[in-house]
């Protein structure tokens, strides 16, 4: 799907650039955005002490913290994947 596509090439490229990444995924609605961590607001999910802000990646005009009215799947549904500071690609 487009979802999982985009977020794990938008997660390979901002992790290249040094900003903290992961991946978070729905298995009962079957959907992967991006996590950003930084200075944002917003929705969500906290990962080993971090905060990592939904972004939308299959929509445009969306912010990291704000999902679409219409998005059914909660933050605390999803399941995070990131990658550790050796390795160039989303393990765990």
Request: hydrophobic letters at 40%; one cysteine or more; glycine letters at 8%.
């Amino acid at each position: 799907g487009d979802c999982d596509t985009r977020s794990v090439l938008l997660f390979y490229v901002l992790s290249r650039f040094k900003y903290d990444v992961a991946i978070l995924i729905s298995e009962q609605y079957g959907h992967a955005i991006l996590g950003i961590a930084g200075d944002y607001s917003g929705k969500y999910k906290e990962y080993n002490g971090i905060r990592y802000f939904a972004w939308e990646t299959t929509a445009t005009n969306f912010v990291p913290g704000v999902l679409s009215p219409d998005f059914r799947m909660t933050i605390g549904q999803a399941r995070t994947i990131t990658a550790s500071p050796s390795a160039p690609f989303p393990v765990q």
